[in-house]
């Protein structure tokens, strides 16, 4: 036997077997997705901590692609489980039943023939689902490379835009994103004109293309680039012959995207670009009070210790991120320069001027402590207001954050006693 029946009887054999251990990989996939979106939201609050307001719309960008590749990634691997499971079906099941059976049928003969001619053939069915699933799971872990090289990358370099920005000049910054930028427009440009027809026998467009390409898919995939685009090329060099799978994967994209919508509101990604949501509010909002920040990874605003206050103090909880405490520091030691280390170690002061409380539109003087919270560790004050003259009923207290971003947070709560 040569050895290219050899390879072809391996192959095969390998293909017929693949399904158990694709069904395996898919059933764990579709776990990991679930638990990686709670890794982006944790993810998200760190960025979120760390980095100014001016990078939350480029966060934004990032973590967003994150989603829309993990959902993509889910609903792949969801639709993959249950067509391999509909696959094992047909296969146990044409075992039993090789094909249809127009003598043994519990129809007349007349129903049974016309509708066996609506229905498909039992082993090309098998086939189709079989060829789907395997299309199904290379494109679902391609898109899986390309997002976490994607999502690496620019967040590093994210981080080292921020961390270089003190010392050198943004628009130098913003070069290497303008080039890569540049040259995917101008390999979606010129791969258009390579694909018509009239160009195809053009060597030197062509050469040009395949630079372009070449140099666009190492710079945006970084080290498996060969192998994304030897996944793209067997989907390209097939094209015609497989145009209606490569629709149906288009769909199970677009179901990754209604996924990702759906899962979406419910995340710290909002808050990048609808910070409106967590201050100026004259409503009840949930997240307002301890009690109900049980699950919370981050506090994006300040934490009332409850709705309903029976006790003659009551105590708020400001989160001071990161990338504020560094502002609000260096701005304190550029004014002092005493070597007071007690007050170097705990910048209270440092910290509540850039703030006011105010309960009923009415100042009040408060005392601040510094404190790291109980249940997401983040570092903060915690502002006691004293309640002895405030009477029973409701009321609204209205934190003001000056500075830079300035904000007010209006928090109703009532008094029992």
Known sequence: MSTTTNTRSWLQ?????SWEAELLVST??????FKSFDLIDSFTNTLINWLPDAYYYVVYFIMFFGYIGLSILNGMFLIHFVLRAYWIGLVGLSSVFPNYSLEDSAYSKIYTKKILAVLPNPKESIEKVDNLCSV????GFTLLFLYVFFSITSTVYTFLFYWLSSYVPTWVLWIPIGIILAMLILQIFFS???SQKRYAGNEKLQNWNLKLVLFTSKVTMGPLYKN????SMLFGSNYKKKKGMIGLVL???????IICVIR??????LYLINTEKYFVSQRVQPFYYQENNVDSGLLLQPELNKLLQDKSTMSVFIPVFAHQRKVYREECDSKDNTTNTKEKRNYVDCYKQHYAIFLDDTKVATDYLIEEHAKTNQLGMRVFIPLDSVSRGLHQLKIQKKGENPRDWEIPFYIEK
Do not use: N
Request: a negative charge; glycine letters at 6%.
């Open 136 to 139: 199904i799971f290379s494109v």
């Open 13 to 17: 054999r390998l293909k017929e077997e």
């Open 192 to 194: 258009a004109i390579a």
């Open 28 to 33: 764990v996939a579709i776990f990991g997705t």
């Open 264 to 269: 979406i509101q419910d995340t710290p990604l």
């Open 228 to 231: 994304i685009l030897e996944v």
């Open 251 to 257: 769909l199970y994209v677009l179901f990754g995207i």
